[in-house]
């Protein structure tokens, strides 16, 4: 069976979620948002990812990110990584603040990319934070003001974004101002993600054992490596949460969140082979 696409290859539109565990908040006031988009700033600066919209709620936040040299989950964890520990000190809390990491979708098309933009800066409307499209676009906490040339962009990509209606700046705005007029509930054309049971079907046979084996108790390195292979490609790439893998891995989650980080290192390994395998005289 061939192989598809990476869905975290470097160029990929991803419309990523992070809520707060128990949907409980994760910014209490304008200092803890004021810091998260300093480390937002930060980090997708470095990692050189272009960011088309974002939008923070009181318990979640919602970004659109084309990704390059670096990893989607690595971007993610250091963002989500560093606002939490400085969150928990601030309030002097333990514990995980974010529920199951995050989630993302891949963005494949302007149809879809228009829409996300829509669907992402209007949570502050939806959810009542603003009174309407009129003040959702001095609004500060979601990149609409930037995109409608009345805040600074900060780490927002205006250009980028508003080429994704218009090529002219002042006709993406107006073409922009009529979209957000014409809401979806949610992003309709956002492709639906790999089913559970072909992820499995595909690391089985990536690592050469039966699907009776991988549901088995047995600790056999390719068993084990086909596991944490299955729960990192179905919570960090297909946004599955991680009670779903365990259920059909029949194993525990706390088991599930162990294997996804050394399903990371089982993907890098896998891909490197292949890389070889490409080069061989024998492949030549």
Excluded at 21 to 47: G, T
Excluded at 213 to 223: F, I, K, Q, T
Aim: net charge positive.
């Amino acid at each position: 069976m061939p192989r598809g696409p990476r869905r975290d290859a470097p160029g990929c539109v991803h419309h990523v979620t992070a809520r707060g565990i128990e949907k409980r908040a994760i910014f209490l006031d304008d200092r803890d948002r004021d810091r998260f988009l300093e480390l937002l700033e930060s980090v997708l600066l470095e990692a050189a990812v272009v960011c088309f919209a974002w939008a923070l709620m009181p318990n979640h936040f919602h970004l659109v990110l084309r990704t390059a040299h670096q990893s989607l989950p690595r971007v993610m964890a250091r963002l989500n990584t560093a606002y939490a520990v400085g969150f928990n000190l601030r309030y002097d809390r333990a514990g995980y603040l974010f529920q199951n990491r995050y989630h993302s979708r891949v963005i494949g098309d302007d149809d879809y990319l228009r829409t996300a933009i829509r669907y992402v800066h209007r949570n502050p409307l939806v959810a009542e934070l603003v009174p309407d499209l009129a003040s959702l676009e001095s609004f500060p906490w979601s990149g609409h003001a930037a995109l409608m040339g009345r805040l600074p962009a900060r780490f927002l990509h205006v250009d980028a974004a508003l080429a994704a209606f218009a090529d002219d700046p002042a006709e993406a705005r107006v073409r922009l101002r009529e979209w957000m007029a014409t809401p979806e509930p949610r992003p309709s054309s956002a492709p639906s993600r790999t089913p559970l049971g072909d992820l499995i079907e595909g690391a089985c046979l990536r690592l050469g054992i039966s699907k009776l084996d991988l549901l088995s108790v047995s600790r056999e390195r390719r068993v084990c490596s086909a596991r944490s292979l299955i729960a990192h490609l179905a919570c960090d790439d297909a946004g599955y949460r991680q009670a779903e893998v365990a259920r059909a891995l029949g194993i525990r989650e706390s088991s599930v969140h162990r294997a996804r980080r050394r399903g990371r290192g089982v993907r890098a390994e896998l891909e490197a082979k292949k890389q070889d395998e490409g080069t061989s005289p024998k492949a030549r």
